[in-house]
């Protein structure tokens, strides 16, 4: 399987349809995906939600990629929910 190159714009629409992508930072993969209204961008160490002027704002140069199925289940996208609904 060939890896498709996604814009900051493309990637927004991938997110918004339901993937969840990753791009490669400064030597580190971050994961991204859509919780809500928001984007969750996380990393081994770290993880922060953002909006999507922020989103558009910190990576608008970045490129990103579709995470394959079988590195999904790396996230979990239930226990982030309910972590980030308790936050607000």
């Excluded at 993937?19 to 809500?36: E, I």
Aim: charged letters at 35%.
């Amino acid at each position: 399987m060939k890896l498709e190159k996604l814009t900051q714009k493309e990637a927004l629409k991938y997110l918004k349809a339901g993937y969840h992508l990753y791009a490669l930072l400064q030597g580190r993969k971050v994961l991204f995906l859509r919780l809500q209204d928001k984007i969750l961008s996380k990393t081994e160490e770290s993880s922060i939600t953002l909006d999507e002027q922020m989103f558009a704002s910190l990576y608008e140069d970045a490129l990103f990629y579709v995470l394959p199925e079988e590195e999904e289940e790396t996230v979990d996208i239930k226990k982030d929910e309910e972590y980030y609904s308790w936050r607000q």
